[in-house]
T-cell receptor
Framework: RKEVEQDPGPFNVPEGATVAFNCTYS??????FFWYRQDCRKEPKLLMS???SGNEDGRFTAQLNRASQYISLLIRDSKLSDSATYLC????????FGKGTRLHILP | EPEVTQTPSHQVTQMGQEVILRCVPI?????FYWYRQILGQKVEFLVS????????KSEIFDDQFSVERPDGSNFTLKIRSTKLEDSAMYFC????????????FGQGTRLTVV
């Protein structure tokens, strides 16, 4: 069975701190990877794609390790508005979501 | 910015009734999906659709479910005889040309079966 595993959290982090999430995927045939964020009772929204070389978008950095089948997301200088559930996604012919990691940024 | 739109935002139906959930994917996208999320649980894949046919479906997508693209813009999910356990948020998504790109999600239809 093709799975994406994440620590469900919650991660309670003070504003301004750095937080990192990890995710593992079981299907070695997965070809593309993404991080989505989901606010309570809302749709998943694309945060960023994850490339083999690693990529950065402002305060967010994503890394992919194909050998270990492992994806990470780093959030620097966290803001209150970063509070959400972060969904790890692996994709081959369909999009498989992890259960998500809940993040609470504390004032 | 183009977006996926879904209607209705909330549907309440009696057990055993048929429901049709509607989606308008982003206009130049070619791959379409339905997902569901039971309250407090993960987002689960139901079905993918490309070139006017189902390309993949999950074990959840049994004979009571069907999808259709009746015209050039709408993409529908029909549940023939709803059960209490069908109560969930149903998300439609679409992707552009290749099937390994990101998908964009609609705001969802909350289905409540009573």
């Amino acid at each position: 069975r093709k799975e994406v595993e994440q620590d469900p959290g919650p991660f309670n982090v003070p504003e301004g701190a750095t937080v990192a999430f990890n995710c593992t995927y079981s299907n070695s045939a997965s070809q593309s990877f993404f991080w989505y964020r989901q606010d309570c009772r809302k749709e998943p929204k694309l945060l960023m794609s994850v490339y083999s070389s690693g990529n950065e978008d402002g305060r967010f950095t994503a890394q992919l390790n194909r050998a270990s089948q492992y994806i990470s997301l780093l959030i620097r200088d966290s803001k209150l508005s970063d509070s959400a559930t972060y969904l790890c996604v692996a994709r081959d012919d369909k999009i498989i979501f992890g259960k998500g990691t809940r993040l609470h940024i504390l004032p | 910015e183009p977006e996926v739109t879904q209607t209705p935002s909330h549907q309440v139906t009696q057990m055993g009734q048929e429901v049709i959930l509607r989606c308008v994917p982003i206009s130049n996208h070619l791959y379409f999906y339905w997902y569901r999320q039971i309250l407090g649980q993960k987002v689960e894949f139901l079905v993918s659709f490309y070139n006017n046919e189902i390309s993949e479906k999950s074990e959840i997508f049994d004979d009571q479910f069907s999808v259709e693209r009746p015209d050039g813009s709408n993409f529908t999910l029909k549940i023939r005889s709803t059960k209490l356990e069908d109560s969930a948020m149903y998300f439609c998504a679409s992707s552009p040309q290749t099937d390994h790109t990101e998908a964009f999600f609609g705001q969802g239809t909350r289905l409540t079966v009573v």
